[in-house]
């Protein structure tokens, strides 16, 4: 038996999810539920699941909007002391008047959503089967912040390539989890869910779902958990794809994080990685630290919509500047309902909180440094030119004994799914080709 116990204030009743007659029960979102285990073993079904957030969760989303209090306009005219007034004035105008989360409510369930338990926390996913025959099953891993909107975009060109360009001998059956403490996924209640612990966990759901062999993708943390998944390198692991490649050597990532000059033997590629790399640890990654020294302190993000938004959109630079345009109507990437849609998402399942705790779990290991993907496993590269660093060819066929694919893109930032999901998709159907059979 499994209880699903109610927060956010909304009051589910205990289902027996052993019986037969409730197996196929439909699971409806209202607010954020989480479960645990009451007796017996871990409840291994699949079961459908659908959003469908209160209007009464979204009344005072309105009413929060409508009586923010913001701070006087910033003393620079750039990017350097956070996110512009300007920027929020026009994210909230938007969001107080523009903006429908009924729309992505929509899309959301346009496609198959689950929940499974796995370790006593419950999983939610979307899974889209292709319909040609030979797909490869393909699981993608969000990142922070962020959520499964991130590769809503990815879905078809994936599954159905014949209609954006590709081939039928290109499909995959896609499979795209939320992180624990993300999005619809249960928030854990104990210690211990950190990146490798994803990692297996993702293993065994795509067992659950039947795959004999797999591929998978992933982003900011959704790179590190892939590359552990490589590190892990189960059997049914056919291979990675990463468009934030682990590849920093251990002795460089220690001494751009000191803020020491690059080494003089660096190729160019290699200084402007380190160059690169030097910025994010010393201004753009302050997040980072607070959230894995001290991530229950951040109530702010959990209070204030406005507080959320400033927060997730200050994740780097690059990712500001990209941002911050589509709100001055540049119509290249993001848009301003990309944008929205993540951050409401967030603030509708109150997990603002139980997703930083990922950083905390992380337990001060690098984020960029080589992980030790196993030789066995291929791994296929995508650098996009706005990423935190363009990781050099050079340290990639270093990190990675496999190396399978290699390539430079035009355009495109950290949120690479999300930005740029022509250019992704045709990455992945390259990256992957050669180990199609």
């Known amino acids: 038996m499994t209880t699903i116990t109610a927060s956010e204030g909304i009051d589910q009743s205990r289902r027996n999810f052993d019986s037969p007659a409730s197996q196929g029960v439909l699971s409806r979102l209202l607010g954020h539920a989480s479960s645990s285990i009451v007796a017996g073993a871990e409840d291994t079904s699949i079961r459908p699941f659908r959003v469908d957030i209160p209007e009464s969760a979204l009344a005072d989303l309105r009413r929060r909007l409508a009586e923010v209090r913001l701070p006087e306009q910033e003393t620079v005219a750039d990017h350097s002391q956070g996110v512009p007034l300007k920027t929020v004035q026009q994210l909230l105008r938007y969001w107080r008047s523009g903006y429908d989360w009924r729309n992505v409510e929509a899309r959301l369930n346009a496609v198959p959503n689950f929940i499974t338990e796995i370790d006593g926390l419950d999983i939610h996913f979307i899974h889209v089967r292709s319909k040609h025959e030979d797909a490869l099953p393909l699981i993608v891993t969000h990142g922070w912040p962020g959520s499964i909107a991130e590769q809503m975009k990815i879905i078809d060109p994936l599954t ?229 660093y363009p990781a050099p060819r050079s340290w990639a066929e270093r990190a990675y004994a496999n190396l399978v694919h290699y390539n430079k893109v035009d355009k495109g930032g950290h949120f690479a799914a999300w930005e740029q999901p022509k250019l992704f998709a045709e990455e992945l159907r390259a990256g992957f080709r050669s180990l199609r059979k």
């Open 160 to 388: 159905n390539p014949t209609a954006h360009g590709g081939k039928a001998s290109d499909a995959f059956h896609v499979v795209i989890p939320s992180m624990p403490g993300y999005g619809f996924s249960g928030k854990p209640t104990t210690t211990g869910w950190d990146p490798a612990h994803i990692a297996r966990a993702w293993t065994l759901l795509m067992r659950r779902l039947g795959y004999t062999k797999f591929l998978a993708q992933g982003g900011d943390w959704g790179a590190i958990v892939t590359e552990l998944m490589g590190v892990q390198a189960p059997p049914e692991l056919i291979g990675i794809h990463t468009n934030m490649a682990n590849v920093i050597p251990l002795d460089i990532d220690k001494l751009a994080f000191s803020g020491a000059p690059a080494p003089a033997n660096l190729s160019a590629d290699e200084k402007l990685a380190y160059e690169r790399l030097s910025f994010v640890y010393a201004k753009g990654i302050g997040y980072g630290f607070q959230m894995g020294l001290r991530p229950q302190t951040l109530y702010g993000i959990a209070d204030s919509p406005v507080g959320l938004a400033a927060y997730f959109l200050d994740h780097d630079a690059r990712s500001l500047e990209l941002i911050a345009r589509s709100f001055d109507g540049q119509t290249e990437g993001l848009t301003p309902d990309d944008v929205l849609d993540n951050i409401t998402l967030t603030w509708l399942t109150n997990t603002a909180i139980s997703g930083a705790r990922l950083y905390w779990e992380n337990k001060g290991a690098s984020f960029f440094a080589v992980k030790g993907v196993a030789a066995t496993v291929p791994v296929a590269v995508s650098v996009f030119p706005d990423e935190l």
